[in-house]
C-alpha cells in the first residue's frame, strides 16, 4: 500500500462505503502499464459512440430526432442491440470517490460485467476503479470547479444517495458508454437526474485501456450536467455532443481521441451537417468539436458555458449558439463561414498554431466533393448539394495554357442557413451551383489565374451562404463581407463590424459609405488599416452619422470598396436602443 498522511487516512475513512482506502491520485506508469496490458487494437470501421442518444433512440422510437431519416430502423435496432445496464443493476462492490461526489458499482468475481482484478497497491480495491475515482473526480473539477458549469443534480438517493452513480459493465467496444436520464426524477421545468455507465475494462476500443476510461468519464459526465441541470432535449442532439467531445479535450487534452471523427469529417465535410442531428450513427455533432474549439478560441471558453445557459430558454440550439455568439459581436451564420475557413487549413494547408486550430497540423488535409477541369471553351457549373449548417470543398484545374501554365481553384461554399428550426435528420438539402465562365456574365466575380481570366459566380437559393476561394494556395485579392452583428442593436457604444476576408497586408484602403432606405447618405468613412473586433478584421462602425448621431432603427444599405476595387453591396438592419 503507498504511503498516506494520516490526515487523508482519515478524511477518506469518513466517506467509505466499502473497505479499503480510496486513491487520492494519478495511477502510476506501472498500474496503467498492468491494466492496459491485454488490450487489442480496435478495428471497426466506424468509431463506436456515445451510447446516450441510442438510450434515447431505443426509449423513444417516435422522437423525430430519429423516426425519420434513412438509416432510423438502423439506429433503433443498434440501440436495442448495444445498450446494456440501463436500469441500475445491483452489483457486488460499491465505492465513494474520495471527494464524494460519485458512488461507483461495480463487480469482482463471476460476472461478465467484473472488472480487471489488478491490485497493485494492495488496497483492496481493483486498481481499475481506484483510476476511476481519481479521473471522475478529476472530471468534476475541470467541468464544475475550473470552467463553472452547474454540477449534476441530486437523484434522490436513488443509488444509495445523492451522488451521481456509476455502473461498470461490458459494453464489447461497441459503444464508449452512456449517461442515462431518468425522465420520471425531474430536477426542473425541464431537467431530469441520471446515472452513468461505463465499460468494465475498455479492451478493444479505438483508445483503450486506462485512456479509454478517461476520455468517456469526461464525456458522459458532461451529458449529466447538460440534462440534470440545463436542458433535457436530445431532439438537439448535436450541440449535446460536440460539447461533451469539447470536455474530452479540456480535460483530457493529451488524448487525441476525439481524431477519429475529425479525419472522417474532414475526408467529407459535405456529408456531416451540424444541422441534422444525426449523432447516434454518424460523427455529426462529436466531429463538430472543432467548431467549439474555433469559437472558444476567438472569444474565449466561457463561450460554450454561454451557450448551454441561452440554451436553458431558447427555442431551439442553434438559436441559443446565436445569442451566446451575438453578445459577442458575431452570430451563427457568420461564425459557421469561418468554420469552413479554418477547416481548409488543416493538414498540408496549415498555416501555423495561432491563426487557425492550434493543432491543424495534426488533422488530415479537407478533401475535394468534386473536382472538374475547366478548358475555358465552355461554360462550367458544378453543382452542390448542401445541408444547413455544412460545406463542401469544390475544385476546378484550369488547363494549361500555351505557356504551360495551369491553377487550381478551391471553391468552400458554405450553407450558413439557421432558419431550419430545430433540425433533424429529415431535414432537406439545398441545391446550389458554381458556375464558371471565360467570359464575364452579369454578377459574376472576376479571378485573376496564371492561365488568365476567370469568372465565377455562386448561384445559391439563400443570401445566408458563403464562399471562399483559392487560387494556387492563396487566396485572391477581392474581398467578401460578412456583417456582424446583425441585427445591429445600436445603442451608441457597440460596433458594427463589415468583416472582409483579407489580411491586414492585403488592404491598403477600405472606404465604406452608409446610406438610408431612401438612399439619403448617412455616413462616409475610410481607414488604411483594417480594425480588429473579436478576432475578426474589417471596416468598424460606432452606429452614428456623419454628425455623430447615434442612427435610428430602419434598413441601411452600405457600399464596401477595398483599395478601390469595385464595391460591394448590401443591406443591415439597425435596432436603435
Not at 494549361?400 to 468552400?412: C, H, L, M, N, V
Request: glycine letters at 8%; a negative charge.
Amino acid at each position: 500500500m503507498r504511503v498516506r498522511t494520516l490526515l487523508l487516512q482519515l478524511l477518506f475513512t469518513l466517506l467509505l462505503v466499502a473497505p479499503g482506502i480510496i486513491r487520492a491520485q494519478a495511477p502510476s506508469k506501472e498500474e496503467e502499464r498492468a491494466m492496459s496490458s491485454q488490450q487489442q487494437p480496435h478495428t471497426a470501421a466506424t468509431p463506436p459512440l456515445c451510447g446516450t442518444m441510442l438510450w434515447y433512440a431505443a426509449h423513444h422510437p417516435s422522437s423525430s430526432a430519429f423516426s425519420a431519416g434513412p438509416d432510423a430502423d438502423k439506429v433503433r435496432r443498434l440501440a436495442d442491440i448495444e445498450l446494456v445496464c440501463d436500469s441500475r443493476p445491483p452489483k457486488q462492490a460499491t465505492l465513494l470517490s474520495p471527494g464524494g461526489h460519485f458512488r461507483l458499482h461495480y463487480d469482482i468475481q463471476d460476472s461478465t460485467d467484473h472488472v480487471p482484478l489488478a491490485d497493485l497497491d494492495g488496497n483492496g480495491i481493483p486498481d481499475f476503479i481506484d483510476s476511476a475515482a481519481f479521473y471522475l473526480e478529476h472530471t468534476w473539477d475541470v467541468e464544475v470547479n475550473q470552467y463553472g458549469f452547474l454540477p449534476p443534480a441530486p437523484d434522490n438517493n436513488r443509488g444509495g444517495g445523492q451522488e451521481v452513480d456509476v455502473y461498470f459493465c461490458q459494453l464489447d467496444a461497441k459503444i464508449y458508454g452512456f449517461a442515462q436520464p431518468e425522465e420520471d426524477n425531474p430536477t426542473g421545468a425541464n431537467t431530469v437526474a441520471g446515472f452513468l455507465v461505463l465499460d468494465n475494462d475498455y479492451v478493444g476500443y479505438p483508445t483503450s485501456g486506462i485512456e479509454g476510461l478517461r476520455v468517456t468519464v469526461a464525456h458522459e459526465f458532461n451529458h449529466i450536467i447538460q440534462f440534470s441541470r440545463y436542458r433535457f432535449d436530445f431532439s438537439q442532439a448535436t450541440l449535446y455532443e460536440a460539447t461533451s467531445v469539447w470536455f474530452e479535450r479540456q480535460v483530457e487534452p493529451d488524448i487525441p481521441d476525439y481524431l477519429q471523427y475529425v479525419r472522417l469529417f474532414l475526408g467529407a465535410p459535405q456529408n456531416y451537417s451540424f444541422a441534422t442531428q444525426r449523432t447516434a450513427n454518424t460523427v455529426d455533432g462529436y466531429a463538430h468539436v472543432l467548431f467549439m474549439d474555433m469559437i472558444s478560441k476567438q472569444l474565449g471558453r466561457d463561450i460554450v458555458r454561454q451557450i448551454w445557459e441561452q440554451f436553458t430558454t431558447a427555442n431551439t440550439s442553434y438559436d441559443a449558439i446565436d445569442l451566446a455568439l451575438r453578445n459577442h459581436g458575431t452570430n451563427l451564420e457568420n461564425s459557421f463561414c469561418q468554420f469552413a475557413d479554418w477547416c481548409y487549413h488543416t493538414g498540408g494547408r496549415t498555416v501555423d498554431d495561432t491563426t487557425y486550430f492550434k493543432e491543424a497540423r495534426f488533422y488530415p488535409t479537407m478533401k475535394a466533393a468534386n473536382v472538374l477541369p475547366f478548358d475555358g471553351t465552355n461554360d462550367l457549373s458544378m453543382p452542390t448539394t448542401l445541408w444547413p449548417l455544412s460545406f463542401g470543398l469544390y475544385r476546378v484545374l484550369t488547363q494549361p495554357d500555351g505557356s504551360g501554365k495551369r491553377d487550381t481553384i478551391d471553391f468552400i461554399v458554405t450553407n450558413a442557413r439557421t432558419d431550419f428550426g430545430h433540425g433533424g435528420p429529415s431535414l432537406a438539402q439545398d441545391n446550389a451551383s458554381i458556375e464558371i465562365s471565360a467570359t464575364e456574365h452579369s454578377g459574376s466575380r472576376e479571378l485573376s489565374t496564371s492561365s488568365g481570366k476567370v469568372y465565377f459566380k455562386l448561384l445559391a437559393p439563400s443570401t445566408q451562404y458563403c464562399d471562399d476561394i483559392i487560387i494556387g494556395g492563396q487566396k485572391p485579392l477581392f474581398p467578401t463581407a460578412h456583417v456582424a452583428p446583425q441585427p445591429f442593436i445600436n445603442d451608441g457604444g457597440a460596433q458594427l463590424l463589415f468583416g472582409v476576408n483579407l489580411a491586414k497586408d492585403q488592404v491598403r484602403k477600405a472606404k465604406l459609405w452608409l446610406y438610408s432606405s431612401s438612399m439619403a447618405s448617412v455616413r462616409v468613412m475610410e481607414i488604411h488599416e483594417l480594425d480588429e473586433l473579436n478576432n475578426q478584421l474589417g471596416l468598424a462602425w460606432d452606429g452614428r452619422d456623419s454628425r455623430g448621431n447615434v442612427v435610428p432603427s430602419g434598413v441601411y444599405i452600405y457600399q464596401l470598396s477595398i483599395n478601390d476595387g469595385e464595391p460591394l453591396m448590401g443591406k443591415i438592419a439597425i435596432i436603435r436602443k
